[in-house]
């Protein structure tokens, strides 16, 4: 079955640690995104990445880094920068072919700080 | 600035009733909206999409309409059943493939 991968499904940070959160598809989806969802608000866009080696900031990319090496994989950092990290990290991706395309998401990673 | 709000916040109603969620956004130059479910503690299944151009889209027991002038979607569920019960998000594409969520409607489905 096709789908989206999202791993690991819980991780713990220590202080000035940086952690990295796995995503991969096996969609042939061209197009891939990082969320964060906090408790009682609506996913919110951190980077994405339309083609490979290329990826764009979203709103909220202030203490995240990502790469994009093969088309398939779209790791997400995030480092000690990042203060305020717990959150429901969410993972989406959407085939190029205009917009009538609906995004599929990952299971999600919880992320809590030790 | 793009801002989207749903209403209500949460809502619980018995098994069978029809029921309708409201999604709201400020800025009518969308791609697309799009309706999705959340099971708790899981990702997002998308269950309509409806671009720029069309009216509304039906799938099963569901059925959303948009009406881009007045910035307004709902999400209408027929004979609502428990299995329903999730957490509904509408989004707005403000370019291809760039979403723009509201808070969502947590839905209980009473048997």
């Known amino acids: 079955d096709g789908g989206i991968t999202q791993s690991p499904k819980y991780l713990f940070r220590k202080e000035g640690q940086n952690v990295t959160l796995s995503c991969e598809q096996n969609l042939n989806h061209d197009a891939m995104y990082w969320y964060r969802q906090d408790p009682g608000q609506g996913l919110r866009l951190i980077y994405y990445?339309?083609?490979?080696?290329?990826?764009q900031k979203g709103d909220i990319a202030e203490g995240y880094s990502v790469s994009r090496e093969k088309k398939e994989s779209f790791p997400l950092t995030v480092t000690s920068a990042q203060k305020n990290p717990t959150a429901f990290y969410l993972c989406?991706?959407?085939?190029?072919?205009?917009?009538?395309?609906?995004?599929?998401f990952g299971d999600g990673t919880r992320l809590s700080i030790l | 600035k793009q801002e989207v709000t749903q209403i209500p916040a949460a809502l619980s109603v018995p098994e069978g009733e029809n029921l309708v969620l409201n999604c709201s956004f400020t800025d009518s130059a969308i791609y697309n909206l799009q309706w999705f479910r959340q099971d708790p503690g899981k990702g997002l299944t998308s269950l309509l999409l409806?671009?720029?151009?069309?009216r509304e889209q039906t799938s099963g027991r569901l059925n959303a309409s948009l009406d881009k002038s007045s910035g307004r979607s709902t999400l209408y569920i027929a004979a609502s059943q428990p299995g329903d019960s999730a957490t509904y998000l509408c989004a707005v594409s403000r370019e291809e493939g760039k979403l723009i969520f509201g808070q969502g409607t947590e839905l209980s489905v009473k048997p």
């Open positions: 990445s339309q083609i490979v080696n290329d990826f």
């Open positions: 409806i671009q720029s151009s069309q």
């Open positions: 989406a991706s959407t085939s190029r072919r205009g917009s009538a395309q609906p995004q599929h």
